[in-house]
């Protein structure tokens, strides 16, 4: 006899059925998202900014619904991208009121930074810090100083104006003005800037990888003239588009390309002109760009160098860029970087346009003191940072009285365990040069601090293929 009738073990299959769904209804129940949804942000201390530029930052608005449990996470989001702006000391972003009905307020506060800047300048001529701390034993004659006055924001639209002239080693004359919105959508900029430089001294040649200069107390080594304009275009938050023409105007003195190196521009051509046109695409999702911990970007840029029959250069050359930023807490990150260049033709261009690695942000950390010439380059970076300090310094009591919005320093410390890797393909001034076309490699730990979270420096110890050590300060990571 079997131990349950069909009768009974039909009803049982119900029952069964019945109890497993209502099982998973109530597990289902248990792991509900809840909604909650915005009626107003509400914008703070913003005395000079004007408030759209500042919602155009953010990927929300009155109206939306967010996940409760994502809550958190898109306000710190939101809350960099104003930070990204650099135009405020602070910013908070936090829920002012939250109602029975699941319905919340946001409240976004920031305090804004000094949007004038009238101040002496005293800089370095030299490509960075370490060259002239050490192979110019820190001589005055090779900085600049004189005069800057800088004004930010002062539409209200984060747009800054800059004059600037120098004497000493560099005579030069700056002015630039540049607004990140021009139309009512938020979606296009423009920039303008004139530069006149000259100075009685110039790098010439290359020689076992360090610059060889020609200087003459009684005449200017190079003079040049620059001029630009600019159109940006902005049509997503993360999306930016560039448009660049610019013309050059450089002079040298008859020394140089006579008698001291020919190639400088051509045997016996004294002066360079040229007009070019540079577009730029760049995708930036990173949570702070001065020195970020999570997010990617990439840029592609296409430069023509060369564009009407008169012009003195024909050169064109593509770069890319792309980093990767992987936080794996709130303390501890990981940075992947990589720069490419590539340029056409392959022929041989005039050494004053030859520069390849050791100029500016394209740079094998550790090798500081050198430069590889050429026309391609490739960099790979990586670095691993963990933060240890994450303090507001606060300024002391007389300051405060003076200046109401200097209140305090946000800073943050991190220890950083860095490694480099590059390549310069140079195949027409590669000789008594020996670092050229050929793999460079540098691993090290540095100290990096952050303030206002957009002012990085780096002090770093540094070990090279080569076998050689140093430390190096940075202000460009």
């Known amino acids: 006899m079997p131990f349950l009738s069909k009768n009974r073990r039909f009803f049982t299959l119900i029952l069964l059925f019945w109890c497993t769904r209502l099982f998973a209804q109530n597990n289902m129940d248990s792991t509900q998202i809840f909604f909650v949804k915005i009626d107003s942000i509400v914008v703070e201390g913003n005395k000079i900014t004007r408030k759209p530029l500042i919602l155009r930052e953010l990927d929300i608005q009155p109206g939306d619904s967010i996940a409760v449990d994502e809550l958190d996470k898109i306000l710190l989001r939101n809350r960099n991208r104003v930070v990204n702006l650099q135009i405020f000391n602070d910013v908070t972003f936090v829920v002012s009121r939250w109602n029975s009905r699941d319905h919340v307020s946001l409240r976004l506060k920031?305090?804004?930074?000094?949007?004038?800047?009238?101040?002496?300048?005293?800089e370095l001529v030299d490509r960075n810090f370490n060259v002239w701390w050490t192979e110019f034993n820190r001589s005055l004659k090779r900085t600049n100083y004189g005069g800057d006055y800088t004004q930010k924001n002062i539409t209200g639209h984060a747009d800054i104006m800059s004059l600037t002239a120098t004497a000493g080693?560099?005579?030069?004359?700056?002015?630039?003005?540049?607004?990140?919105?021009?139309?009512?959508?938020?979606?296009?900029?423009?920039?303008?800037?004139?530069?006149?430089?000259?100075?009685?001294?110039?790098?010439?040649?290359?020689?076992?990888?360090?610059?060889?200069?020609?200087?003459?107390?009684?005449?200017?080594?190079?003079?040049?003239?620059?001029?630009?304009?600019?159109?940006?275009?902005?049509?997503?938050?993360?999306h930016f588009h560039s448009f660049l023409l610019e013309h050059r105007y450089t002079r040298i003195a008859d020394t140089i390309a006579n008698e001291i190196n020919p190639d400088f521009f051509a045997p016996g051509v004294t002066t360079q002109q040229h007009n070019s046109f540079v577009y730029t695409h760049s995708f930036d999702n990173r949570d702070i760009r001065a020195y970020p911990m999570h997010g990617w970007n990439t840029l592609f840029e296409f430069r023509q160098n060369g564009l009407l029959p008169g012009d003195d250069l024909f050169l064109s050359r593509l770069r890319f860029e792309a980093s990767k930023f992987t936080s794996f807490n709130k303390w501890l990150s990981l940075e992947t970087g990589i720069r490419l260049r590539y340029s056409l033709p392959r022929r041989r261009p005039p050494y004053f346009n030859n520069q390849s690695l050791g100029y500016g942000a394209d740079l094998v950390r550790g090798y500081e003191y050198y430069v590889m010439d050429g026309l391609d380059l490739g960099v790979v970076k990586t670095s691993v940072r963990a933060k240890f300090f994450n303090r507001d310094i606060h300024y002391p009591k007389f300051i405060k009285k003076v200046c109401s919005r200097c209140k305090f320093i946000g800073t943050e410390a991190y220890v950083s365990i860095l490694n480099d890797f590059g390549y310069a393909y140079d195949p027409w001034f590669f000789n008594n040069n020996a670092?050229?076309?050929?793999?460079?490699?540098?691993?090290?730990?540095?100290?990096d601090l952050v303030f206002y979270k957009r002012s990085p420096m780096q002090i770093a110890w540094m070990q090279t293929v080569t076998g050689q050590q140093g430390v190096f300060f940075r202000t460009r990571l």
Not at 112 to 121: D, G, I, L, M
Not at 435 to 447: E, F, K, S, W
């Open 435 to 447: 670092l050229t076309n050929r793999p460079l490699y540098a691993t090290g730990v540095g100290l």
């Open 110 to 122: 920031v305090r804004e930074a000094w949007y004038w800047f009238p101040s002496p300048v005293f």
């Open 169 to 238: 080693y560099n005579q030069r004359f700056s002015a630039r003005y540049l607004t990140p919105t021009i139309n009512r959508k938020q979606t296009i900029g423009m920039q303008l800037a004139f530069t006149y430089a000259r100075t009685r001294e110039v790098a010439v040649r290359t020689l076992n990888n360090k610059l060889v200069f020609f200087s003459n107390p009684e005449i200017y080594a190079i003079q040049r003239y620059t001029g630009e304009l600019s159109l940006t275009w902005r049509p997503g938050l993360f």
